[in-house]
């Protein structure tokens, strides 16, 4: 069988990746330049410093990945970027530079779905079985994905404001963490008790989707009424509290969604997949499904890729999507 050989491109926040992927699920090559030094002192992602990273590196990365598959041009058969959802002028640096690519190499673009992309992780472990759900977790994103058949994306349910991984990072602020705070937290969060039992919002509700705000706001609150009454807060506590109410909320919301929509495959995906609680926990619940399996995306795939956006190109190829010279980013791209 010929070798099916994709250069993928990833640039929609803070990391600029470039990948290559041997027949959908074999990583010969995955470059991550980070950028998170550069905006730890501002706290969180500046979106022009992230596109002014992203030109310095792009030309380097894709060598190295290149170099790294030990592959030429001439041996590729297509391109995959992310075109969205992102920052726009990020997510503009890996567009453009797959374009120049497939264009001065005669190749096949194909755009990718960034949320694709994290589910189709998983496939880089092991093939994905449908039909599958995912839970797709990340600094900006909180969903539940039923996949009934391959390149099929039904999103049954979303949070209505605040990302998991962003009130990770917000809660992980006031308690002098720098940004990204998810690992510090977690890591915090496996040393205290769950005492202040935080609000689990929307967790008794009768559909899938999630609310993370009210759960940050009492965190916050809790920590500054603690500050003017000059009581000291057990860091520990306030994370495994913090931490309890999130696992809480994501795990009932999935145990419904499964209920709800039998699958062969739950795949957790995204960088919060990474949160050993949530792991944890959702390998326990699983076992009483028992005609489910469960995928956990390995901890070096979890956060934002290149490989990721290979496997879920390869895919999409095949299944005739293509893009031209007018792909642009398409900052707020939905399933
Ligand atoms: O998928 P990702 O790399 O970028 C986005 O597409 O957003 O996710 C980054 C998010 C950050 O909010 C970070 O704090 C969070 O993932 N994160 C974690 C953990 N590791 C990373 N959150 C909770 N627990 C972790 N272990
Ligand atoms: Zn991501």
């Given at each position: 069988?010929a ?9 929609s926040c803070d ?7 041997e027949?959908?699920n ?5 470059i991550?330049?980070t ?21 310095e ?6 060598g ?15 391109v ?7 920052l726009?002028?990020a997510?503009l640096?890996?567009?453009?530079a797959a374009k ?6 005669h190749?096949?673009l194909v ?7 994290h589910i ?13 759900m995912a839970?797709?977790?990340s600094g900006g994103?909180?969903?539940?994905v039923?996949?009934p058949?391959e ?5 049954i349910?979303e949070?209505?404001d605040?990302a998991?991984g962003e009130?990770?990072?917000k809660?992980g ?12 937290v977690d890591?915090l ?7 202040f039992?935080?609000p689990?919002?929307m967790d ?6 999630f ?13 500054h009424?603690?500050?003017?009454i000059?009581?000291?807060l057990s860091?520990?506590?306030l994370a495994?509290?913090f ?6 909320v994501?795990a ?11 699958v062969?495959q739950?795949?957790?995906?995204g ?6 609680g949530l792991?944890d926990r959702l390998?326990?619940?699983i076992?009483g ?7 956990l995306?390995?901890?070096s795939?979890c956060?934002?890729?290149?490989a ?7 895919m999409l190829?095949r299944?005739?999507v293509?893009g031209d ?11």
């Open positions: 069988m070798r099916d050989l994709v250069l993928s491109f990833e640039t990391e600029t990746s470039v990948a290559v992927i027949n959908g074999r990583i010969l090559s995955n991550v330049a950028q998170i030094k550069s905006h730890q002192r501002f706290g969180g992602v500046v979106p022009e410093v992230a596109s002014r990273h992203h030109i590196q792009i030309t380097s990365c894709i190295d990945a290149l170099r790294g598959a030990n592959v030429t041009y001439d041996e590729l058969t297509s995959a970027v992310t075109y969205g959802p992102g726009v002028g997510l640096i890996g567009v453009t120049a690519v497939a264009w001065a190499h190749l096949p755009p990718v779905n960034h949320l694709a992309g189709y992780a998983a496939r880089l472990v092991e093939p994905i079985e449908f039909p599958a839970l797709v977790v994103h909180t969903e539940l039923y996949m058949e390149n099929q994306f039904q999103i349910g949070t209505r605040d998991a009130a990770y990072d809660i602020r006031v308690l002098g963490i720098n940004y990204p705070a998810g690992k510090p890591e969060a496996h040393k205290g008790q769950d005492t039992h935080f689990r919002a008794a509700d009768d559909n899938f989707d609310s993370f705000s009210g759960l940050k706001s009492a965190f916050i609150n809790t920590v009424h603690a500050d003017q000059g009581e000291k860091h520990e506590d495994a509290s931490q309890q109410a999130v696992v809480d994501l009932d919301k999935t145990k419904r969604a499964l209920k709800e929509f039998p062969k739950l795949i957790l995906a960088g919060v997949a990474a949160n050993q792991r390998t326990k619940e076992a499904f028992s005609d489910t399996k469960l995928e995306v390995p901890l795939l956060g934002d890729n290149a990721m956006i290979g496997a879920a190109g390869e190829y299944h005739g293509r010279a007018t792909l642009n980013a398409d900052p707020g791209l939905e399933f």
